[in-house]
């Protein structure tokens, strides 16, 4: 019974992953997490932008369990959010995704307040791998390092910011290859290893 039950989530699994007719699958690559703890994550839909740090994005939340009234949730913020303050990955440090040089950081000093958007482009950072994968870095506050400079995947590259297309205090991700955006995935190995040590 529990063999046929496993063989058809296998089949399922397998469609659910095929692309349509016509349709080739998306390419993807698995990144280090860039939280030592429990975060979320909100995708970029295939097509929702254009622009390559965007495009196949991904949104990084760190999470926390609060008890209320007897019942755990898995919440971004304390209170309202309304100060970034309240926000658990206000400040966070931000780990390096992949191991590389980095090619380029951009500063925007502006800090925005959750809820409001103010124009102007990110702070961010963007890294290139040795097999030319790149993965951009966005909103970071506090930025730790600088172009030129070779980081490994695990290291503290910044903090969590709140600045340029931002509604709330939270790491953007962007990865391509040869101008072709990627479908991000993180590596759940590094992942228990990370919150193991943070649980401690």
């Known amino acids: 019974m529990i063999r046929a039950v496993l063989a058809a989530l296998l089949v399922t699994t397998a469609c659910a992953t095929t692309p349509p007719a016509g349709e080739r699958a998306i390419d993807a690559v698995v990144l280090h997490p860039v939280f030592d703890t429990w975060f979320l994550v909100s995708e970029h839909g295939y097509g929702q932008s254009g622009e390559l740090g965007d495009a196949l994005g991904t949104d990084c939340f760190v999470g926390k369990l609060v008890e209320e009234g007897g019942r755990t949730w898995m919440r971004t913020h304390a209170g309202d959010g309304r100060r970034n303050e309240d926000w658990f990955g206000w400040n966070a440090p931000v780990l390096a995704p992949i191991t590389g040089e ?99």
Not at 122 to 138: E, T
Not at 150 to 163: F, L, S
């Open 102 to 200: 980095v090619v380029r950081v951009h500063v925007n000093p502006t800090v925005n307040e959750p809820g409001i958007m103010t124009p102007g482009v990110a702070s961010f950072v963007v890294l290139r791998g040795d097999d030319g994968l790149h993965v951009v870095v966005a909103h970071l506050g506090a930025i730790a390092v600088e172009p030129g400079r070779r980081v490994e995947a695990g290291q503290p590259i910044g903090t969590v910011g709140n600045n340029g297309y931002s509604r709330n205090p939270h790491i953007h991700l962007g990865a391509w290859r040869g101008g072709e955006p990627l479908q991000i995935r993180f590596d759940q190995r590094a992942m228990a290893r990370l919150r193991a040590t943070a649980d401690r």
